[in-house]
């Protein structure tokens, strides 16, 4: 991570941010991911940095994040001489869906965007991954900067170029590879996000300590009831080290092919049955909170296959609890049949012939993925908790 300086449009006052480079070799680019406090107000000379001959702009964002931020954002895109077009979707999962992206991008060719012009998506995931679909399609794909606004987004939606929507039968079963131009990090945001929603980020958190550093899964743990209470307290240290480490994974393997268990496939860590569960309960459960189940059940699956030492469960469950984020695997799985789980993980994008790539752990910072049939994984998570 290198450090770099900024200055504040209004009051020059020199602010530091952190730029973490994200490499996609196979496409001979890279882009930045800057996390600063206070940084929304660069967007407008980032967009222009990052994309020579920009005119318009498109400003997706949400019914919830558009009355917070978007003045703040086109203020700053103004002040570049860029002309912003705002589209405001409603808030929720709901929204990724073709339907939604069609309408999208209906409305950039009335608003007369063209090639050279910019897709910002000012937002959670849900903006991130419908505007970044839209951004993909638009012209055959137009540059996109991605301005996430939850924690999850920041650290995680924002991160590696994946943008879809959602079909009946699956989440981002329709999807592209697209990646960001720029992202612009700035957890001063986080300030008005619910106390759920930091919960959800910090889960994906947990999961790159848990995947790749026993020193961060240690150090979200530590800091999690602070933030909880107060979200001022989340340092851009903190969200940029989640930033680098799934950078790092997703550097080695941008377009998820590597072999299994080197490339970003190992990100998929606790998705599986999250995902699982997330469909089934029709989007009750939110994703962060799905992913910590599913995180869970992969401790579990680990500990019952002895690949980690006894107690693994145990301890990825406090630091679930620690996060406030609900530990009820057993609660929600009695919910589903075995049919409808196998059904739902069968419709999760990872699955090759039978088999899931399902990525458990050997320990934190060691992942292992399996090639398992859905019925065998939701056999072995029945089957509660080690000495059950
Ligand atoms: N592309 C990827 O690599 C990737 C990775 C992880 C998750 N995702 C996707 O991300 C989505 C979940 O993202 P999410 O958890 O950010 O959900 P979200 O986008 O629905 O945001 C959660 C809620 O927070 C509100 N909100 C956002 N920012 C706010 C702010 N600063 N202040 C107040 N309210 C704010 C939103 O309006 C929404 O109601 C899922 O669809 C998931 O599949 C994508």
């Known amino acids: 991570m290198a450090e770099t300086s900024g200055e504040t449009g209004k009051q020059r006052v020199k602010k530091r941010a952190i730029a973490v480079s994200v490499n996609v070799p196979a496409e001979a680019m890279s882009y930045p991911v800057?996390?600063?406090?206070?940084?929304?107000?660069?967007?407008?000379p980032e967009v222009k940095r990052s994309s020579h001959?920009?005119?318009?702009?498109?400003?997706?964002?949400?019914?919830?994040?558009?009355?917070?931020?978007?003045?703040?954002a086109i203020t700053s895109l103004e002040a570049q001489s860029i002309e912003?077009?705002?589209?405001?979707?409603?808030?929720?999962?709901?929204?990724?869906?073709?339907?939604?992206?069609?309408?999208?991008?209906?409305?950039?060719?009335?608003?007369?965007l063209g090639r050279h012009d910019v897709v910002v998506a000012l937002g959670g995931g849900v903006v991130g991954d419908l505007a970044g679909f839209a951004a993909a399609t638009f012209m055959r794909g137009i540059a996109f900067v991605q301005c996430p606004t939850?924690?999850?987004?920041?650290?995680?939606?924002?991160?590696?170029?994946?943008?879809?929507?959602?079909?009946?039968?699956?989440?981002?079963?329709?999807?592209?590879?697209?990646?960001?131009?720029?992202?612009?990090?700035?957890?001063?945001?986080?300030?008005?996000?619910?106390?759920?929603?930091?919960?959800?980020?910090?889960?994906?958190?947990?999961?790159?300590g848990a995947l790749f550093s026993r020193e961060h899964f240690e150090a979200v743990q530590a800091s999690a009831s602070g933030i909880l209470d107060d979200a001022e307290q989340i340092s851009s240290s903190l969200v940029g080290a989640s930033v680098a480490l799934k950078a790092a994974c997703v550097s080695r393997d941008p377009h998820e092919l590597g072999e299994a268990g080197k490339g970003r496939v190992v990100l998929n860590l606790g998705h599986?049955?999250?995902?699982?569960?997330?469909?089934?309960?029709?989007?009750?459960?939110?994703?962060?909170?799905?992913?910590?189940?599913?995180?869970?059940?992969?401790?579990?699956l680990s500990e019952r296959r002895g690949l980690c030492e006894q107690g693994f469960e145990t301890m990825m469950t406090?630091?679930?609890?620690?996060?406030?984020?609900?530990?009820?695997?057993?609660?929600?799985?009695?919910?589903?049949?075995?049919?409808?789980?196998?059904?739902?993980?069968?419709?999760?994008?990872?699955r090759s012939k039978d088999a899931v790539s399902y990525v458990a752990l050997e320990g934190l910072g060691r992942p292992s993925v399996l090639a398992l049939k859905p019925a065998e994984i939701v056999g072995i998570l029945r089957e509660g908790p080690s000495g059950c």
């Open 34 to 44: 800057l996390i600063g406090q206070g940084l929304l107000e660069r967007l407008g």
């Open 150 to 208: 939850t924690l999850l987004a920041q650290v995680d939606a924002s991160v590696g170029g994946k943008v879809a929507v959602d079909l009946p039968g699956g989440k981002n079963l329709m999807g592209a590879f697209h990646f960001p131009t720029a992202v612009i990090v700035d957890p001063e945001v986080l300030t008005t996000l619910a106390t759920r929603e930091l919960s959800c980020g910090m889960a994906e958190m947990l999961k790159h």
């Open 318 to 350: 406090t630091a679930l609890d620690t996060l406030r984020l609900p530990i009820d695997l057993d609660n929600w799985l009695e919910r589903y049949d075995d049919r409808a789980m196998i059904r739902a993980i069968h419709a999760d994008k990872k």
């Open 84 to 112: 912003v077009s705002v589209f405001t979707v409603p808030a929720g999962e709901s929204s990724k869906t073709p339907e939604r992206a069609v309408e999208l991008v209906a409305s950039f060719v009335e608003s007369g």
């Open 53 to 72: 001959g920009v005119r318009k702009v498109a400003l997706v964002s949400d019914e919830n994040v558009m009355p917070l931020y978007g003045a703040q």
């Open 272 to 300: 599986t049955v999250g995902h699982a569960l997330e469909l089934l309960s029709g989007y009750e459960i939110a994703h962060g909170e799905a992913v910590g189940l599913g995180l869970r059940g992969a401790a579990r």
